[in-house]
């Protein structure tokens, strides 16, 4: 008997936790983009702010429906693929690109909020800080980013109620747009920011709960995706466009045109106030209701909710960054080097250049409104790509009203690129840098694996499979609830759960989990014959069992924790034995405590026992 393991990570992110994924880049827009599109529109950039929230309503419109029709993953590299690979490595590569400015930008607009001298030195700084705390694992961010965007929120609202009362005044201030549709339509991309995090919450489709009623073979995820996506929506365009209103109340803002590509916007008695806006306006409607002392806590706390929030976002796109370049080259797109992992499961070359490349971009650029340029090229880029694909694609079942929506959504993010690649020369060599260098890097993949062929075409013929001897155990002297041991190799944990499951009398499910940082489908239909460490701990264990019935266990997975509780209740695992971690110190404080999380979420009638 042979038990397949589930190599799927279990479907446990519900919609708080979606709607996290997705706040945490949605959310921090307001961050910077109300300041940005002032330095554009003047008095007038309200206008501006409500056209870009009525594109992103119509953006997660279309998002609902890629995720109800792709519950297994709908970001623009999966979702294309079918249709065509080239395209999907394009709108893959456009996808890297706007990662990497997302944790460029993020760290800059986090360190402007904070007031610090030189921000980009310590953006950089922080980029390689959190990129040296992924060495020891990638952190799944869905948990970390709830409890980030609860403050958030609770900040965004109690601000859209201090301007409640200005906006009398801020309507007054209110100036119609002016020079023409050209004019107006640059300022318009200009302020397109923060779009990504829907490309992110449709690839997490694959984790969701499921609707009730149905089944992985027959998944439906639209109860958790699609209100995730509703609710971040709602806030994101409802409290941007009003604290943008709330915006033109501050008297005595200007533009500041010393550098004409990239202006600033002064106020009084704060210069430079374009990338904080949100704490300057703290700072003057709270202090204008309760005192300046009162106001300068409202710009701290602002500050310190904001940052921490942007920080977050750095980390989600450095993981974001990580995943992909190591799915891509499993799909042997990218060179074979980024799937080489270290001892904690992550590819060392990919980590490397997820965190090297966008340190390196925020001391180059500097500047927000240059990074906003670079970011705007990637996300519309991939977005489109992805909307381009499903609106044409005949055989997925969209109603009439979502394909035309959906295509028309296209052409308006393809009409935001083109614009961009033509009226922006540093987006336009950002992109082709980008694009020429991942298409080198496929190149070089491609040339390795024929390279690989050949040299397996002249060699020796293969070894003949590895054969083993069907698994015969004495089932006679067992009885009760069977036991589970999760190992990770040989060693004093396997020994103990054997020993145990003789003289306790109950077959022993043994557990090896294969972790990945993201799986592919490949991984799906791993069999443990065919990994060499599995193989070894399973026939070890055999032999060691001397006929007392070990049933192999085997799961391929990119959340441990999580396969091992879903396993032992599937199993129906009376107890479940775990070794004690061997790392100590900073490595067990980084990658966390996977005894602690498997305890929380273990159901209370099994039992857990940690051999030390």
Not at 2 to 10: D, F, L
Not at 244 to 256: D, T
Not at 560 to 579: E, F, K, N, R
Request: net charge neutral; aromatic share 8%.
């Amino acid at each position: 008997m042979i038990v397949a393991g589930n190599t799927r990570r279990p479907r446990n992110v519900d919609v708080p936790r979606a709607a996290a994924i997705l706040y945490g880049d949605w959310g921090t827009s307001k961050a910077y983009v109300i300041g940005l599109a002032f330095a554009v529109g003047g008095y007038s950039s309200f206008w501006l702010i409500a056209a870009m929230c009525l594109l992103t309503a119509l953006v997660g419109i279309n998002y609902m429906a890629i995720c109800k029709h792709y519950p297994d993953g709908g970001g623009v590299y999966a979702s294309v693929r079918h249709r065509s690979e080239i395209i999907s490595i394009v709108g893959a590569f456009l996808l890297m690109a706007d990662y990497i400015v997302t944790a460029a930008l993020s760290a800059l607009s986090a360190f402007e909020y904070f007031n610090v001298t030189h921000p980009e030195r310590y953006a950089a700084a922080a980029i390689v800080i959190i990129g040296l705390l992924n060495v020891f694992g990638p952190k799944h961010t869905g948990g970390l980013a709830f409890l980030v965007s609860v403050p958030t929120v609770v900040v965004v609202v109690l601000l859209g109620v201090f301007c409640l009362p200005h906006l009398h005044e801020a309507v007054h201030n209110l100036q119609p747009l002016t020079g023409g549709f050209s004019k107006n339509w640059k300022g318009f991309v200009g302020v397109v920011l923060a779009l990504s995090g829907v490309e992110a919450i449709a690839n997490s489709t694959g984790v969701m709960k499921l609707n009730r009623g149905t089944t992985d073979s027959n998944p439906n995820v639209s109860k958790t995706s699609s209100p995730s996506i509703l609710w971040v929506m709602l806030e994101v365009c409802l409290f941007t466009a009003l604290l943008s209103l709330g915006m033109h109340a501050l008297s005595g803002l200007s533009i500041n045109a010393a550098d004409p590509a990239h202006p600033d916007v002064d106020a009084p008695g704060h210069p430079g106030v374009r990338d904080y806006m949100l704490r300057y306006m703290g700072q003057v409607f709270v202090g204008g209701a309760f005192g300046p002392a009162a106001g300068h806590v409202a710009g701290l706390v602002v500050s310190v909710v904001f940052g921490f929030l942007l920080l977050s976002a750095v980390n989600t796109a450095i993981v974001a960054l990580i995943g992909i370049s190591f799915l891509m080259s499993r799909d042997g797109e990218l060179p074979p080097q980024f799937q080489k992992l270290n001892e904690f499961g992550v590819p060392n070359l990919g980590l490397l250049l997820a965190t090297v490349i966008p340190a390196v971009l925020v001391v180059v650029v500097q500047d927000m409104s240059g990074l906003a340029e670079l970011y705007a090229v990637g996300v519309v880029g991939a977005i489109a790509t992805n909307l381009g694909a499903c609106s044409t694609d005949q055989k997925l079942r969209l109603a009439v009203w979502e394909r035309v929506t959906m295509f028309v959504t296209f052409l308006i993010m393809l009409a935001i690129e083109l614009s961009l690649l033509v009226d922006k020369p540093s987006a336009r060599i950002f992109a082709g840098t980008v694009l020429l260098a991942g298409l080198f890097l496929r190149g070089l993949a491609v040339e390795y694996a024929n390279r690989h062929k050949a040299a397996a075409a002249v060699a020796a013929p293969p070894p003949a499979p590895v054969t083993l001897a069907p698994l015969q155990f004495n089932m006679e002297n067992v009885d009760g609830a069977p036991i589970m041991c999760a190992v990770r190799g040989l060693g004093r944990t396997l020994d103990y759960a054997i020993q145990e499951a003789r003289e306790t009398r109950r077959p022993l499910y043994l557990l090896f989990v294969r972790s990945l940082p993201v799986l592919t489908e490949q991984d799906y239909k791993k069999k443990w014959h065919e990994d060499d460490e599995a193989r070894e701990v399973f026939v070890t264990a055999k032999s060691k069992a001397n006929g007392h019935p070990v049933f192999p266990c085997y799961a391929v997975s990119d959340s441990v924790a999580d396969t091992i509780v879903d396993i032992a209740a599937t199993m129906g695992a009376s107890s479940l034995i775990l070794g004690a971690p061997e790392r100590k110190g900073l490595a067990f404080l980084l990658r966390g405590n996977i005894i602690r999380q498997i305890s929380d979420n273990l159901p209370d009638e099994i039992h857990l026992l940690v051999y030390a």
